[in-house]
């Protein structure tokens, strides 16, 4: 994907690729998950936004189209990565009942009242066995846990309420919980040292509390869940994994972190050089008052800048 084009503007809500750290990961990490099962398929991206997202499911090999209602955002993705794009609603998308083996929608059920609505048009241009892959922040979590209240979220969702809309048009559900962790990875390598070749599909994830208690198991609650959907059992079972892993090569929330600990270090150095050079000046000043007692010193000094100076830090010093 170029990045010569014009940039969308961040509006604090809709994701663009220029974001950074935990927002980038949580975004493309659905779209990386999603990749697995649209090789070779059609697929409708509903809600699309900056288009990044539907450029990425037609670079794993579908043919995807993207979805959005905002008429200059449809406009920014035809120019940034092509005529792959509509501007229409998800409780009206324009095209015919079964269009679609596949369709995503990331982010976008807690933006809209009429839920139901939504999901009746998704199983709509779904063919029978179609899969819907679909994510929701987690109420409990996003909301009650942290006090945040999102205001461009219309109607957020418990697990068991999302599990019921979801259950309204669609037989089978499955769900996946998602959320960021600072994690250290061990991967399976065969004896000529070819990476993953021993892996089997099985995931062991291990968690030690803030009392050294170790724990197998995921024991932080999902932030956000991803749902897989559909009519067909089988389609949610293509995938031969429990979880999912995502990262990427310049290791971009890692190297950030890397950069605030060193700009740390550093401000630590600076303040104890200058509570050292405070110090010196203060012994300074001391001196000085000790041996200017006659009032034609007194004024002397008062009148030099850097006396001047020096006092009022030396007043700062005491405050």
């Known amino acids: 994907m170029?990045?010569?084009?014009?940039v969308l503007e961040f509006t604090g809500e809709?994701?663009?690729?220029?974001?950074?750290?935990?927002?980038?990961?949580?975004?493309?990490?659905?779209?990386?998950f999603a990749s697995r099962l649209a090789e070779g398929r059609t697929l409708c991206d509903a809600a699309c936004g900056e288009g990044y997202g539907t450029a990425l499911l037609r670079q794993a090999g579908a043919e995807a189209v993207g979805v959005d209602i905002d008429a200059?955002?449809?406009a920014h993705a035809c120019q940034r990565y092509g005529s792959h794009y509509v501007c229409a609603?998800?409780?009206?998308?324009?095209?015919?009942g079964d269009s679609f083996e596949v369709l995503t929608s990331f982010e976008t059920i807690e933006h809209l009242a009429q839920q139901q609505a939504m999901l009746a048009e998704f199983h709509r241009v779904l063919r029978a066995d179609g899969l819907l892959i679909i994510s929701s922040p987690d109420k409990a979590q996003?909301?009650?846990?942290t006090g945040y209240q999102n205001p461009d979220h219309v109607c957020e969702l418990y697990r068991q309420e999302f599990?019921?809309?979801?259950?309204?048009?669609?037989?089978h559900v499955r769900l996946f919980g998602q959320r960021l962790q600072f994690a250290s990875l061990l991967a399976a390598e065969d004896v000529n040292g070819a990476p993953g070749a021993a892996s089997n599909g099985h995931c062991h994830h291990h968690y030690l509390t803030g009392s050294m208690q170790l724990i197998t198991g995921i024991a932080q609650p999902a932030m956000y869940w991803i749902a897989?959907?559909?009519?067909?059992?089988?389609?949610?079972?293509?995938?031969?994994?429990?979880?999912?892993l995502f990262c990427d090569e310049p290791q971009s929330v890692y190297a950030h972190y890397n950069d605030q600990v060193r700009k740390n270090i550093q401000a630590g150095h600076d303040l104890q050089a200058r509570d050292s050079r405070i110090a010196e000046l203060e012994q300074r000043l001391q001196a000085l008052q000790q041996t200017s007692t006659a009032p034609d010193d007194v004024q002397r000094h008062a009148a030099s800048g850097w006396w001047q100076r020096l006092t009022r830090l030396f007043q700062r010093r005491q405050r």
């Open 228 to 244: 897989l959907c559909s009519n067909d059992a089988s389609r949610l079972h293509e995938l031969d994994c429990t979880h999912d």
């Open 2 to 6: 170029a990045n010569k084009q014009p």
């Open 142 to 145: 996003y909301s009650d846990a």
């Open 72 to 74: 200059d955002t449809v």
């Open 14 to 32: 809709r994701f663009t690729p220029e974001c950074v750290r935990e927002i980038w990961y949580e975004h493309m990490h659905r779209y990386a």
């Open 89 to 96: 609603s998800v409780t009206a998308l324009p095209f015919a």
């Open 163 to 171: 599990v019921a809309l979801l259950e309204q048009q669609f037989k």
